[in-house]
Each structure stands twice: as C-alpha cells, then as structure tokens.
C-alpha cells in the first residue's frame, strides 16, 4: 500500500468565524511560507539555504475545497503494487489512483469584482530530480506523480506553487464542478525495490 498525505496550506482555507468576515469584506488576503531553513554556518555559497520564500495572494472570491470529502490532511491511498510492474525502466508508472477535489463555498460570481475561474495550486515537500513528489518511505527507486483533471502531469519544483494546466470555472451561482486528479508511482531508478511509499505536497486553491 502506497499513501499520497496531502497537508493542507491553512492560510488559504478559512474557518466559519473568517467565513463571516469574508461574507461583510468580500475580499480575503491567503498567505502561506513554503520555507526551507537550514542552521549552518553562514557563507556566500550557503545564502539560499537561509532564505524564506513568502507566497500569498488577495482575491475577492474566497472558495473551500476537500479532498474525497475530507478538508482535513487528507490521506490518499494507491494500491499495493508488486516490484515486476516497473519493468526495470526509469519513467515506468503504475497503480493509478483517482481522488476527487470538491470547491464548496464560492460567492455568485454575478457579484461585481468576483473571480470567474481558479486553479488547484500545490507545493511539492521532497521534490524529486524528475519533479515528482519524493518518497519518504523506505522503497527505493520510487516517487508519487501528480496528474491533474487535464491529463497533464504536474512538474514539482522545490518550493514553488504548481498550478493545474486548466482554468476550473466558477458557474454564476457560485458553483463548482467536482475535479479529478490521479496519484501514481512512478520509478524514479531502474532498480526499484519492495516497502513503504509515502509522500506529500501542501495545496490551495488560487485565482490567479
């Protein structure tokens, strides 16, 4: 068994006491730190590490989203896949798995000012050379890849916000379409070898 753990990046989510606020002010500011700290000695070639990269974003829409109905880290589960499927081949996928995102709460886009359309955003943790999501299980070889409700796959660089390649639309009362993505492995060596997978990434919704 193979879990894809997604953290949600609160910031960009609001509670029913910021919900009530929202709903007088029609505009939210969401932030979140995709940071990377590291306590070294502090040189010129070592001044990356000490960087703290702040994302954020205003808007007046102001949705929700869950994933397969749990807006709370949610855990996606792959199945249990037997080595051989790799086939000893670097970019070999296997044990797709489909998990749906539900946008739940959006304002009537028929209001003045209010965004039409948004995107699912994430921000990979252990990023991979092949820009997937890096396993901190203890299988070797291999990776979770993202692919998003356009059949593309999603490319994770370290600390950057990856959007979905499609636009999702907001219907003018404020609905929204479910959205289906897929999580797989994917062997990041030729050699992959048998135990746990485990990988995760933050996500938001952004309107940009």
Do not use: W
Not at 172 to 195: C, H, I, L, Q
């Amino acid at each position: 068994m193979g879990i894809f753990y997604i953290k949600i990046a609160p910031y960009f989510q609001k509670n029913d006491q910021i919900n009530k606020q929202e709903s007088i002010m029609k505009k939210t500011l969401t932030a979140f730190i995709a940071a990377s700290c590291a306590i070294t000695t502090f040189t010129a070639h070592s001044a990356a590490d000490n960087t703290v990269r702040f994302i954020g974003e205003v808007a007046n829409q102001t949705c929700s989203l869950d994933i397969n109905g749990t807006d709370k880290s949610p855990v996606v589960l792959l199945p249990t896949v037997p080595v051989k499927d790799f086939k000893s081949t670097v970019g070999t996928t296997t044990g797709d798995t489909e998990f749906t995102i539900n946008i739940s709460g959006c304002t009537a886009t028929t209001e003045a000012g209010m965004e039409k359309t948004l995107s699912i955003a994430f921000v990979g943790n252990s990023v991979t050379t092949s820009k997937n999501l890096g396993n901190t299980g203890d299988a070797d070889g291999v990776s979770i890849q993202l692919v998003d409700n356009n059949a593309v796959n999603l490319e994770f660089t370290p600390g950057d916000l990856i959007k979905s390649s499609q636009k999702i639309n907001i219907a003018d009362d404020g609905s929204v379409a479910p959205v289906n993505f897929v999580a797989r492995y994917y062997a990041e060596k030729s050699a992959v070898t048998a135990g746990s997978v485990i990988a995760s990434a933050q996500y938001a919704i952004t309107y940009k």
